[in-house]
Structure formats: structure tokens, C-alpha cells
């Protein structure tokens, strides 16, 4: 329901990053995508995904959110989700995958303060579907490691380095699961007197 919005929201804003104006000229218009790198052109490159670390869960207890549209009442259901953004760096030196670590690290550090770095951290938060709260003070350094052999079947050796970051976050379906934007639901308010209406396909009480 979330997974793939999530994931491309967190490559897009690293691609908004690694553009044509980046101040690191080798790395303007970095590949950056949700696959791993298998063509040489994509190397440098970064790989994108999410880890899951908790259940995919309903926010709250039998919690239910209604909307009044055009005088229909309509039911939603907020979901919450928890796990880490990572994003592996690839390159064919060692000097290159440890520039790019650094590169992406200083992205990710200097986003209160760094205009251009700023984006990256505006894009996420500022999504309309999937409203994440990422934990940019601490930076997890994972899997770093060199292996000889490429996709496109030559000797040379692939580095790799991953830097992770936990995500919280929270997006709300409608009855069919599809994902709606969040800032578009204003939940209808009752009073203690006025009945709340049954989800759809209960029955009345």
C-alpha cells in the first residue's frame, strides 16, 4: 500500500540532490534508483530501498477516521510504519565509493543549513501521501565491502557502503487501500451527542 510511494519519494529527493548544478561535478546527475546498478554508465551510482523493522500497523485501537464529503460520510484508516531508508553507494574504486559516502553523509548532516542539501529533506517531509519522520541525527553505517565481478560479466571489483537512517511514519488509505493525500482528509467532528456512523458494512446500532 505505502511501500512503493515511500521508496520513490526517498530516491526522488536523493536525485533533486545530484543534479546538474551539484557543487561535486562528478556527481551532478548521479544515478540513483530503487534497482541495483547493472550497467557500467551507472556507475557511480546509489541503490535505494527500505527495511521494514516493525509491523505495519493501524494507529491506534480500533481506530477509525471519518470524513464529510459532499454529505457522505466516508471512513479512512490511518496506518503506521516504521523501519530504516538505506542507500548503498556503488562505484569501481574504493576512493570513489568512500567520496560518495561522504557526499550523501554531508547530504543528509547539512540539511537544516545547506540550501542545495536542504531539498533533499524538504522533499521528503513535505510529501502529500506518506507523511515520514526521518531521524537525520544519527546515520547508520552499514555493509561495507568490495566483491570481484560486475553485472555486465568483467573482472573489476565492486564497493560498496550503505548509509542508513530510521523512518517513522504514517499514510491513510481509503476502504479499497489505495493511499490518499493526507493533507486532503479533515476528519469530521461530533459532538458528544450526535452519534458516530458505523464503519461501512457494520451495522447500525
Excluded at 72 to 98: H, K
Excluded at 134 to 139: A, C, M, R, S
Amino acid at each position: 500500500m505505502y511501500l512503493v510511494e515511500l521508496k520513490t519519494i526517498l530516491t526522488q529527493a536523493l536525485r533533486l540532490s545530484f543534479d546538474s548544478a551539484h557543487r561535486v561535478e562528478e556527481f551532478r546527475n548521479l544515478p540513483v534508483s530503487i534497482e541495483f546498478p547493472e550497467k557500467q554508465q551507472d556507475y557511480p551510482g546509489v541503490w535505494v530501498d527500505f527495511e521494514p523493522t516493525h509491523a505495519l500497523e493501524v494507529a491506534g485501537i480500533a481506530h477509525r477516521e471519518y470524513v464529510n464529503d459532499n454529505a457522505t460520510v466516508t471512513g479512512y484508516t490511518r496506518w503506521r510504519f516504521q523501519g530504516y531508508a538505506t542507500y548503498t553507494a556503488v562505484a569501481l574504486t574504493s576512493l570513489e565509493r568512500d567520496r560518495l559516502i561522504d557526499e550523501i553523509a554531508r547530504i543528509f548532516a547539512s540539511g537544516r543549513e545547506n540550501d542545495a542539501a536542504q531539498r533533499f529533506r524538504q522533499y521528503i517531509e513535505e510529501n502529500p501521501y506518506i507523511a515520514a519522520n526521518v531521524d537525520f541525527d544519527q546515520i547508520e553505517q552499514r555493509g561495507f565491502a568490495s566483491s570481484p565481478g560486475t553485472p555486465w560479466q568483467s573482472d573489476e571489483i565492486i564497493y560498496e557502503g550503505t548509509l542508513a537512517m530510521e523512518v517513522i511514519g504514517e499514510f491513510v488509505t481509503d476502504l479499497t487501500g489505495t493511499v490518499i493525500a493526507i493533507e486532503g482528509i479533515t476528519v469530521q467532528e461530533y459532538t458528544d451527542i450526535e452519534p458516530v456512523p458505523p464503519w461501512p458494512g457494520e451495522p447500525s446500532t
